[in-house]
C-alpha cells in the first residue's frame, strides 16, 4: 500500500487542523493504520492509531481530548482532526499502516509539516 499525507500547516496555539491520508495499492481496510511525529533530532513516536474496521482507537496521553483518528475505508482515506494545538505538538506527522505485529515493518507515507506558533 503507498500512502500520501497532507494537511500539515503553521497554526496559532488553540488551533486546528485536520491531516489526511490518502491510501492506495490495496484494500485500506486489510490494514491497522496510525499516525507518528518527529521533531528534529529526536526519535519517530506514536500518536494514534485505529483498527481495521475503525472501532478501536488508542492515543498517546498529551494528545487524549484533543486529537481524534478516524478512517473511511470506502474512500481509503485516513485522518488525524488536532484540536486545541500546543507549540509542543509541533513536528514533521507521518501516516502509517502495518499489516503485522509491529510499525517498522509497515508502510509509511512521506512527513507533513505541523507548526504551532503565535
Known amino acids: 500500500v503507498q500512502l500520501q499525507a497532507s494537511g500539515g500547516g503553521l497554526v496559532q496555539p488553540g488551533g486546528s487542523l485536520r491531516l489526511s491520508c490518502a491510501a492506495s495499492g490495496d484494500t485500506f481496510s486489510r490494514y491497522e493504520a496510525g499516525w507518528f511525529r518527529q521533531t528534529p533530532g529526536k526519535e519517530r513516536k506514536f500518536v494514534a492509531d485505529?483498527?481495521?474496521?475503525?472501532?478501536?482507537?488508542h492515543y498517546v496521553d498529551p494528545v487524549k481530548g484533543r486529537f481524534a483518528i478516524s478512517r473511511d475505508n470506502l474512500k481509503n482515506t485516513l485522518s488525524l482532526q488536532m484540536n486545541s494545538l500546543k507549540p509542543e505538538d509541533t513536528a514533521v506527522y507521518y501516516c502509517?499502516?502495518?499489516?503485522?505485529?509491529?510499525?517498522?515493518?509497515?508502510?509509511w507515507g512521506q512527513g507533513t509539516q505541523v507548526t504551532v506558533s503565535s
Open positions: 502509517a499502516a502495518k499489516l503485522g505485529a509491529d510499525w517498522i515493518s509497515g508502510y
Open positions: 485505529i483498527s481495521r474496521s475503525g472501532i478501536g482507537t
